[in-house]
């Protein structure tokens, strides 16, 4: 009876895949969502292949030297085991590195490239960490375990060591696209119900599954319930301390910190007290809170906060486990520094092997998705499939709820202006796929209306996905207040910016909306459903300005004890601006004489955006084709402390107002529409920016001569690592 029970039990260990799915599935945006769920599903698929073929021969076969499993007629005595209540469990186990890795690599990485590096890791990597703290049979063990290396839950050889395989392969793909620095609020994920229906499932799944691996009632039960209490005194730590500091702690840490609980209590469950479990879980979800937030401030992405969790909790588990068992084995200062020895030596294998297979296939087959194909979403990208519920109906009900649920000065603003943008795009896509399918119906020449049906169909797509942008924009921006408490000055000004940006997208599209089903003639058709595009295009980028501007004033956002060579920034940028200039008909000229190895302090992207943002403004005050050029000069002061950038053009003047609301944008709030805002809103993210990293902003115009930006930062004076 207790053997079927250990069976039953170590099925449970499904839940380990499963709650893992169904995090990333809530922690990825509408657009990957399709993408995520097969690329986990896959990394589970291909590490039950590689597994069976390679991996328990190397984990569970005689060993050689304490090293690594060596017997290739394995094959055979696994396939005899499946049933084994044991190898079940075994297997549960083995797919968390592999789905750790291939979630990293959400939203940004390749399919072929991810579904090589998780087979590797499947079937090489980590049989092998395993071996060393598990193996132990054939009258023969790992090189840890012979020296005492305590891991009966899994907690370091598969948790830690995941973790760390999962960091070392978002080190080499690097972070999302619009993830750092000054949008560290977006991307985010669209369904926080699968995100904390999918951690409870996992935790559960782990208490069930530990617990199943004892031979008696009794030690099931209390291994059962320390791990629950674990995770439970590491959320209610969470919540103290979201309650303490809110601008560094967020409601979805309450998952990471709770998993991180339950992920430390599986090193040792069933020899922990309720007191002991519920201090170690509260440290646990501590070390997982700080853990995420040292992450973010090196700019490493961690999609679902499982490398933080994974981390926290199975070094914290395993690193005190033999101070639960200290009555039971020798010296404990000895086992301490064994145990510790072993961690060093499993997270840094998983590490180092991960971060060179994965540099490897960077340099074969690339990583990383064209930066195209991560905008438009992997799911269409890979997949030519669009993840359902479709945004638009998911945010109508989100935002009617809005509307009755929160403040008065946000909710209702959110939910107005998101379901105005919402029932605009809803109604211009219908009309978008009746021209499709009148192309399709009517045209004289079948190739050519089949190729305009498929421009038609692209340029619906990318609409679609700016729209979404324009969403998840208007919800960062009005929520401001809840989420970070900016004053009633920063509200008033952003919820008027915003609503007179929408002004002339909303009356372009319901322009398209009224003209489409009137136009006869087929190339027509295509032209407003790509000035529809552009339109939503334009302003997806306007209010991103302004959230930009918003988060710009996040303390301790940009870390000003960064250094970079702002010639090398703008050497890069000048490349983009050229072919931009050239686009807009309008001339440039980029002054890089005698500009070699400027180094400021500043954050290096905030300093491009900054130079981007001003080329933007001068661009804007410009007729294509006439007047001298835009002019972007960098140079050291004469007294040598700083380094002046400057923008010049000779465009219209700016007049006096404009030039307050650029430098002191609060003392325009109820007069924004009057001075040409959507001119004017680059110059003024520009400003602020400056401001943050700690520079000095000027800005002179005159009409006949042009106007003068000018940036004065200042110039590193000890040697750093200097990021460009």
């Known amino acids: 009876m207790l053997e079927l029970i250990q069976f039953f039990m170590s099925i449970a260990g499904i839940a380990i895949p499963l709650g893992l799915l169904l995090i990333m599935a809530g922690r990825v945006r509408y657009r990957n969502e399709l993408d995520t ?30 090293f690594v499993g060596w017997n290739w007629g394995a094959i055979d005595h696994y396939s005899n085991s499946m049933t084994n209540g044991l190898n079940l469990r075994t297997i549960f186990l083995f797919a968390i590195p592999s789905i750790l890795v291939a979630s990293t690599m959400a939203e940004r990485g390749r ?75 977006r991307p985010r994920g669209h369904s926080p119900t699968f995100t904390f229906l999918g951690a409870m499932i996992l935790i559960i799944g782990l208490a069930v599954m530990t617990a199943g691996q004892h031979n008696q009632a009794a030690l099931m039960s209390e291994a059962f319930l320390h791990v629950v209490i674990g995770s439970t005194f590491a959320g209610a730590a969470a919540l ?11 409601a979805m840490d309450l998952l990471n910190s709770s998993l991180a609980g339950g992920i430390a209590l599986i090193a040792f469950a069933s020899k922990a007290s309720p007191a002991s479990a519920a201090l170690v879980g509260m440290l646990a979800g501590a070390m997982g809170i700080g853990l995420r937030n040292i992450l973010m401030q090196l700019e490493i992405d961690d999609v679902g906060d499982l490398i933080s969790s994974s981390i926290a909790g199975g070094v914290l588990g395993g690193a005190i486990a033999p101070i639960m068992v200290s009555g039971e084995r020798g010296d404990l200062l000895n086992n301490l520094f064994l145990q510790w020895l072993g961690i060093a030596a499993i997270c840094l294998w998983a590490f180092l092997c991960v971060w060179a297979v994965a540099k490897v296939l960077d340099q074969v087959f690339g990583m990383r998705v064209d930066p195209a194909d991560e905008v438009r979403g992997l799911s269409f990208a890979n997949f030519a499939m669009q993840s359902e519920p479709d945004y638009v109906i998911s945010y109508m009900s989100h935002n009617s709820i809005l509307g009755s649920a929160t403040q008065k000065d946000s909710g209702e603003e959110l939910g107005r202006l998101s379901a105005d943008v919402s029932n605009k795009v809803v109604n211009l896509r219908n009309e978008i796929r009746r021209a499709i399918n009148r192309i399709q119906s009517t045209s004289p020449d079948a190739k050519l209306g089949a190729a305009m049906a498929a421009r038609m169909r692209m340029s619906d797509d990318t609409l679609r996905v700016n729209a979404e942008d324009v969403l998840l924009l208007l919800e960062r921006v009005l929520s401001r207040d809840n989420a970070a408490g900016y004053g009633p000055e920063l509200r008033s000004w952003s919820i008027e910016a915003i609503e007179l940006l929408l002004v002339p997208t909303m009356s372009d599209l319901e322009q398209y909306i009224r003209h489409m089903p009137l136009q006869a003639e087929l190339e027509e058709l295509e032209a407003m459903v790509i000035g529809a595009t552009d339109s939503i295009s334009r302003c997806a980028h306007q209010i991103e300005m302004v959230a930009d501007y918003c988060d710009a004033d996040s303390d301790g956002f940009f870390v000003r004890d960064h250094t970079c060579d702002l010639s090398a920034v703008l050497r890069e940028r000048s490349k983009v601006l050229l072919a931009s200039a050239e686009i807009r008909n309008n001339p440039l000229q980029v002054d890089l004489r005698d500009t070699e190895h400027l180094i400021v302090n500043g954050d290096a992207k905030a300093l491009s955006r900054m130079i981007m943002l001003s080329a933007e403004g001068a661009f804007n005050r410009l007729v294509a084709g006439r007047g001298d050029p835009v002019r972007l000069e960098l140079r050291e002061h004469i007294g040598g402390d700083h380094i002046l950038f400057e923008c010049i053009d000779t465009g219209a003047a700016l007049s006096s107002r404009q030039v307050r609301a650029i430098t002191s944008p609060f003392t325009a709030i109820g007069s924004l529409g009057d001075l040409g805002f959507a001119q004017i809103l680059p110059l003024i993210l520009a400003t602020r920016l400056i401001e943050a990293i700690g520079g000095e902003f000027t800005l002179s115009s005159e009409h006949g001569l042009g106007t003068l930006m000018q940036a004065r930062l200042r110039k590193a004076r000890q040697s750093k690592s200097v990021a460009a």
């Open 37 to 66: 769920l097969v690329r986990i599903t896959s990394a589970f698929g291909i590490t039950i292949a590689a597994f069976w073929l390679i991996g328990h021969s190397l984990y569970s076969s005689p060993s050689l030297w304490g």
């Open 111 to 185: 399919w072929l490239a991810g579904n090589i590096l998780v087979a590797i890791v499947a079937a090489f990597i980590f049989p092998i960490v395993a071996h060393w703290g598990w193996h132990n049979s054939h009258n023969s063990e790992g090189w840890l375990i012979t020296r005492g290396f305590m891991d009966s839950g899994g907690a370091v050889v598969f948790f830690a060591a995941a973790g760390f395989a999962a960091l070392a392969a978002s080190i080499v793909i690097g972070p999302r696209m619009m993830r750092f620095p000054d949008q560290a609020s």
């Open 240 to 250: 103290g301390l979201l309650i303490m500091w809110p601008e560094r702690v967020s």
